[in-house]
C-alpha cells in the first residue's frame, strides 16, 4: 500500500487547530499540504476521540499506512476525560476475568515493541501488592487468572510483606500477594507518544475540533464537527465518556460516573517513594476496593505532587459535557478511612483532588464490536468501566484489525454487543 505522508502544520497555514509537533517530527518527504474543501478529505479512517484508545488506535492505522483523520475536542492529552492523572495501574493476573489474560499478554508486548521504538518509559515496574480478608473476591481474582494462565506470583506471609514495604499495617486475618510483573503506565506519556509518532508516521491529528455528528451515505461515512465535514470508509469511535452521545443506541447501556483521586502529603516520604514501595489494591471488608501507587518524582513524572490513592466504587452519575469538578463530598473522609485503617504513616494533608469519568457498561466488561447495522464500517470501543488504560496498546491493534480487516485474530469474543440487551 502507497504510504500517504500528511504535514499537520499545513493545517495551520488555512487556519485549522493542529497538535503542536517538535521540527523532528516533520515528514521529509511527499507533503501534502491538506484542505478541508478539497477532495482531499476522504479518508480510509477517521478516529473520532483521540484520548487512550483513540491514539493508539491512531498509531496502528497510520502504522500500517491508511490515510487517517483523528479528530479530538480538547488536546492531545487533556484532563476533562477518562485518562488524566499520571499514573495508572498494569498487571496482568486479572482478577476482574481471566479471557483478558490473553489481551494483557499481547498489551504487554505492544507497550514494549512502542517504547523500544519510541524511547519513550511508559512501563513501570514496581509490581502489585494485593490483600484483603481471606477468602475475598479480589485475591480470589487474582488467583483464578494467574492458575489458569501460569502466571508468576508471590505469596508473602503478611509479616514478610509488611517486612519488604513498612509502609503497609495489613490485618493478621488477611491474605497477601504480590504480582512482580505488575506496576504502572503513564497515561499522558503514552497518550503523548502514540499520538506523536501517528503524526511521524503520516496521520492527521486535528485539536480542539468537536464532533458534531456522523452518518452513512452509501459506501461512505460522512462525519461532520463545528469546524468541517469528512468522509471515510471506516468510522472508529473511541469516546471515552462521551460514548453515550456519539454511538447510536448504547445510552442505555452505559452510565459515566465522575470518579474522585487525591494525593496526600505524608510526614515521611521515603517508606513511599518509587523504589521502596509498590502498586496496591486492597479489598476492604466493608468498603470495597482502593488502590494506589508511589510517590513519583515531579521530575520525571510531572505532577500532582504526593502519595496518590483512589476507591475503586462507582462514583457519582454524571453527564461529560457538565460534570461538576468540585471534590464530591465524603471523598477525604473516605481515603483517610483507608489510610487509617491500612498505611497510617501516610495520613497527612491533602495536596490536590481531581474528578475523572469512568464510562461503566452494566457488566463492567468493555464493549469492542462493530456497531450493528452499518456494514462494518463503524467500530466502536467504549464501556471501560474504570480498568480500560493498561489496555490501550492492544486496543488500538485490534480497532484497527477490526475496521480495515473485518476482523481480529485476538480473543475478544466476549466483549462483543452480543451479550448486550440479554
Ligand atoms: C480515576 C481513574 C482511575 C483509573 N485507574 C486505572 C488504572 O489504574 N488502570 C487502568 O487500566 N485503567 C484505569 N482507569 C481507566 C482508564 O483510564 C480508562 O478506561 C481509559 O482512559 C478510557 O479511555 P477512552 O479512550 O475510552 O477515554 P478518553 O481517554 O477520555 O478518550 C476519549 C476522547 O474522546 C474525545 N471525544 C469525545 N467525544 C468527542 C467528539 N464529539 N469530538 C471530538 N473528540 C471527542 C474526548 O475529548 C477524549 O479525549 C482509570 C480511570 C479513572 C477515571
Known amino acids: 500500500m502507497k504510504r500517504r505522508i500528511f504535514l499537520t502544520t499545513a493545517s495551520a497555514a488555512i487556519g485549522l487547530p493542529l ?49 487517517v483523520l483523528g479528530i479530538e475536542q480538547f488536546d492531545i492529552s487533556h484532563d476533562k476525560g477518562s485518562h488524566a492523572g499520571q499514573s495508572r495501574i498494569i498487571r496482568k493476573s486479572y482478577f476482574e476475568h481471566p479471557d483478558y489474560v490473553p489481551l494483557l499478554e499481547r498489551a504487554y508486548a505492544n507497550w514494549k515493541n512502542i517504547e523500544d521504538l519510541t524511547g519513550s518509559k511508559i512501563f513501570n515496574h514496581t509490581g502489585v501488592l494485593y490483600f484483603g480478608k481471606k477468602g475475598n473476591e479480589l485475591t480470589k481474582g487474582v488467583n483464578t487468572s494467574s492458575t489458569k494462565y ?3 506470583l508471590d505469596r508473602p506471609t503478611i509479616q514478610q510483606a509488611q517486612k519488604q514495604f513498612p509502609a503497609f499495617r495489613i490485618p493478621n486475618d488477611y491474605e497477601v500477594i504480590f504480582e512482580p510483573d ?15 509518532d501517528a503524526i511521524k508516521k503520516g496521520a492527521l491529528i486535528q485539536t480542539k475540533e468537536t464532533v458534531a455528528e456522523w452518518k452513512q451515505e452509501g459506501s461512505t461515512i460522512k462525519v461532520t464537527s463545528d469546524k468541517g465535514t469528512y468522509t471515510c470508509d471506516k468510522l472508529i469511535i473511541t469516546a471515552g465518556g462521551w460514548a453515550p452521545k456519539m454511538i447510536p443506541g448504547l445510552k442505555q447501556e452505559l452510565i459515566v460516573t465522575k470518579q474522585m483521586i487525591i494525593w496526600v502529603n505524608p510526614k515521611d516520604w521515603k517508606p513511599f517513594s518509587l523504589g521502596n514501595f509498590p502498586c496496591w489494591i486492597l479489598e476492604d471488608p466493608e468498603r470495597g476496593s482502593y488502590y494506589g501507587f508511589p510517590i513519583l518524582p515531579t521530575k520525571e513524572f510531572g505532577g500532582p505532587l504526593g502519595l496518590k490513592l483512589a476507591h475503586h466504587k462507582p462514583g457519582e452519575v454524571t453527564h461529560a459535557d457538565n460534570v461538576n469538578r468540585d471534590t464530591t463530598p465524603g471523598t477525604e473522609e473516605d481515603l483517610m478511612y483507608c489510610l487509617s ?17 469512568y464510562t461503566n457498561s452494566k457488566d463492567q466488561n468493555f464493549i469492542i464490536d462493530h456497531l450493528p447495522g452499518y456494514d462494518k464500517k463503524v467500530t466502536i470501543a467504549t464501556g471501560f468501566s474504570g480498568h480500560g488504560f493498561k489496555f490501550v496498546s492492544v486496543v488500538g491493534e485490534i480497532l484497527a484489525d477490526l475496521a480495515m480487516k473485518g476482523k481480529t485474530d485476538l480473543p475478544i469474543g466476549f466483549l462483543s454487543m452480543n451479550r448486550l440487551n440479554k
Not at 499540504?33 to 473520532?48: E, G, Q
Not at 499522558?188 to 499520538?195: K, P, S
Request: charged share 15%; glycine share 8%; with cysteine.
Open 150 to 152: 501460569s502466571l508468576p
Open 182 to 196: 505488575a506496576g504502572f503506565v503513564t497515561p499522558e506519556r503514552a497518550i503523548l507518544t502514540y499520538a506523536e
Open 19 to 67: 497538535i503542536t509537533a517538535s521540527k523532528s517530527l516533520q515528514p521529509q518527504t511527499e507533503i501534502k499540504p491538506m484542505s478541508r474543501n478539497s477532495a482531499a478529505a476522504h479518508y480510509d479512517a477517521i478516529v473520532l476521540g483521540v484520548g487512550s484508545m483513540g491514539s493508539s488506535t491512531c498509531w496502528f492505522l497510520a502504522d500500517r499506512g491508511f490515510k
Open 341 to 357: 485503617k491500612y498505611m497510617p504513616d501516610a495520613l497527612g494533608p491533602i495536596l490536590s483532588a481531581k474528578s475523572c469519568l
